[in-house]
């Protein structure tokens, strides 16, 4: 693959679709978060985001392989066993909030079914859909 070929030949679509296949940690990105005037616009879209309902943050599927499976997993016992020494100590641990895992359309069309289930099955007794 020749990237000057492409871009002589205006091949622009392929070269986006390169350039977004990039694994998070490269050269490219540091360069754009070290950029002023790019870290001005994305600073103003996480803050905007912020203000909307968004879906919180998760990793990428193509970037969660086993070893950050395993270190997800870990990271949650090491948690667990921080609330469990507070707790003996006497004192009362907060909440801990999972790492999160990748959200995928998969998780939302199963959510979309639980919820089209609830509904169902409240409507049954006499209730609103609403009322979940």
């Known amino acids: 693959m020749d990237l000057a070929e492409w871009f002589a030949a205006k091949r622009w679509v392929a070269l986006l679709e390169l350039i977004d296949n990039l ?14 005037e790019m870290a001005a616009v994305l600073a103003e879209q996480r803050l ?5 309902d968004a879906d919180p943050w998760s990793p990428k599927i ?8 395993v270190l997800r997993e870990i990271l949650h016992a090491v948690k667990g066993l921080r609330q469990v020494s507070i707790a003996a100590a ?3 641990p907060g909440e801990e909030t999972p790492f999160p895992a990748p959200y995928t359309e998969i ?15 409240v409507q049954q007794f006499g209730f609103s859909p609403e009322d979940i």
């Open 48 to 52: 905007s985001r912020l203000d909307d």
């Open 107 to 121: 998780d939302r069309a199963v959510a979309a079914a639980e919820r089209n289930w609830a509904e169902m099955f």
């Open 23 to 36: 694994p998070t940690a490269c050269r490219l990105n540091e360069a754009i978060a070290n950029d002023p």
């Open 90 to 92: 006497g004192g009362k």
């Open 62 to 69: 193509s970037e969660f392989d086993l070893n950050i499976t």
